[in-house]
């Protein structure tokens, strides 16, 4: 049984794991294990929690004898797919971690141009098996990022704008609640969860199958980055408005003010200096990709132009050795529906304020297929906006963190003015308190509604946390 101790944890007693341990297939990692800190460590450096065990799930019995396990004893619950949460969600002090990392099973459905997939698999993963058969769905830019919070939150991608957000392209889902049942959710069954899923997050429940559309995408695409010197941000930000105003849905693009990396693929001299990069995927037919997107290699004198037919696999992991686990970071980010000439003016001074060379600002186009889908049928908030905007802000550990915390912080506040509200709550980090405004109040109440009638004691509450009435 569970017993207090002298802080506010909730301590397990052995004999208890003991017995959660034989009631699993899986694994069930504890403090004195070799593998611990290992097993406990997330993809963000600056979080580092103690959970008092980790069950990695071998399947969905062992998910539901770990809910179980967790009510009975009054547990913290985190729940873990690909451990990027960014505010640390998937780990906990003293509570249990029900780790799906090893649920990687995927089945797709060539014909049906559908795939049934695992809550532990990884983008890298899910590409790999789709793309076996030429088929995808809009996944991350980092392919190390898992399939399950990022569809649950949303999920913005490069064929967002050819194919919607990734909660778009979700047919159905398998959830064990907080009572331990498994229910199966979709348009035609408990179609209120299934609403609540797409962009609700971990609220209601471990999601252990995912049902997804998928498309036909590549194998090549016409993608890649185009490298332009920092001191062109402005002209850079003034193009990229005018660019994407008249975009085919095909082409998804990013603009980033960063600092380069010492990346072999850029001129020694420039490393560590400001650059833009311009970044785009044409989800159609390469030579018509090369047309739409050649503006943006247009501008002249570029530091590198990387953009080019590419398989579309190798895209999805061109940017991960720039986002490796272990570091500090710290993400903050709005909805834009226009980029006026005051921010861009902003945007300059903000980025010349950069403390870290890890430090970026994100201007995401979005809309398209996004904006196509009504803004009722999901959860997910904003799909209206024209541009996300995504400040970043890292630092290789925690010296110096504070700082680039206080910068990100900043800089947001100073480009608010020129947001439309809201956020996307898969990019808040520690402290962001904007929950009801990523979601509206509309929605809001209709999430409230669902987490009372499937976790009314707040279980799953380490998530962007829909409080149940009786503790709101
Ligand atoms: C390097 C990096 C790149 C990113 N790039 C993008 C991007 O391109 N586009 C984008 O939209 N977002 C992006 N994100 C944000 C990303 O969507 C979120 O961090 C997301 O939560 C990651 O999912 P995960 O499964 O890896 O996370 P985890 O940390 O494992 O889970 C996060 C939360 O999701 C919930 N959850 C996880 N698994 C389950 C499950 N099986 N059932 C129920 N709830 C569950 C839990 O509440 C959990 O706390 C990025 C994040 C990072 C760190």
Redesign the pocket.
């Known amino acids: 049984m569970a017993i207090q101790d002298s802080g506010t944890h909730t301590v397990v007693g052995d004999a208890s794991l003991q017995e959660l341990e034989e009631s699993l297939r899986g694994e069930l990692i504890r403090p004195a294990d070799a593998g611990y800190d290992e097993a406990r460590a997330?993809?963000?450096g600056a979080i580092d929690k103690r959970p008092a065990a980790i069950v990695r799930c071998a399947g969905v019995a062992d998910v539901r004898h770990a809910v179980e396990f967790a009510r009975s004893q009054d547990l913290l619950v985190?729940?873990?797919?690909?451990?990027?949460?960014?505010p640390?969600?998937?780990t906990v002090d003293g509570g249990i971690v029900i780790d799906?990392?090893n649920m990687k099973g995927m089945r797709v459905d060539p014909a049906a141009r559908t795939a049934q997939a695992e809550?532990?698999l990884?983008w890298s993963e899910f590409d790999h098996e789709a793309q076996a058969f030429g088929l995808a769905t809009t996944?991350?830019?980092?392919s190390?990022?898992?399939?399950?919070?990022?569809?649950?939150?949303?999920?913005?991608?490069w064929l967002m704008r050819a194919h919607g957000?990734?909660c778009d392209n979700l047919i159905s889902a398998d959830?064990v609640t907080a009572e331990g049942e498994l229910v199966h959710a979709s348009a035609d069954q408990n179609p209120e969860l299934f609403w609540g899923l797409r962009g609700g997050?971990?609220?209601?429940?471990?999601?252990?199958n995912f049902e997804y559309q998928l498309h036909p995408v590549g194998p090549v695409v016409l993608a890649g980055p185009v490298f332009y010197s920092g001191d062109r941000a402005a002209e850079m930000l003034r193009f990229y408005r005018e660019f994407t105003q008249d975009l085919p849905n095909e082409a998804t693009t990013l603009l980033n003010l960063a600092t380069a990396p010492p990346a072999p693929f850029l001129p020694e001299e420039v490393h560590g200096k400001p650059i833009v990069v311009l970044v785009g995927v044409y989800a159609g037919p390469v030579a018509e990709g090369e047309r739409v997107l050649q503006p943006m290699r247009d501008l002249g004198d570029p530091i590198a132009d990387l953009m080019g037919p590419i398989p579309y696999v190798a895209m999805q992991s061109l940017l991960d050795a720039l986002?490796p686990a272990g570091m500090s970071?710290y993400?903050k980010a709005g909805f834009m529906d226009e980029i006026s000439d005051q921010a861009i003016e902003t945007f300059v001074e903000q980025y010349g304020a950069v403390n870290s060379p890890a430090n970026e600002i994100h201007v995401h186009h979005f809309g398209g297929a996004v904006a196509e889908v009504a803004d009722d049928a999901t959860a997910f908030g904003n799909r209206s906006s024209e541009y996300v905007l995504n400040i970043i802000a890292r630092t290789p550990d925690s010296n110096g963190f504070e700082a680039v915390v206080d910068w990100g912080r900043g800089a947001y506040q100073a480009l608010e003015p020129y947001t439309a509200g809201g956020t996307?709550t898969?990019?808040m980090s520690q402290g962001d308190d904007r929950l009801k405004e990523a979601y509206g109040s509309e929605k809001y109440e209709r999430l409230v509604a669902l987490k009372d009638r499937y976790d009314p004691t707040n279980l799953?509450q380490?998530?962007?946390n829909i409080k149940p009435t009786k503790d709101s």
């Open positions: 997330v993809w963000n985190a729940v873990r797919g690909g451990k990027h949460s960014l640390g969600f998937s799906l990392s809550g532990g990884t996944g991350g830019l980092i190390t990022t898992g399939i399950a919070g990022f569809t649950l939150g949303g999920g913005i991608g957000l990734t959830v997050g971990g609220n209601f429940g471990v999601v252990t986002y970071n993400f996307y898969n990019f799953f380490l998530n962007q």
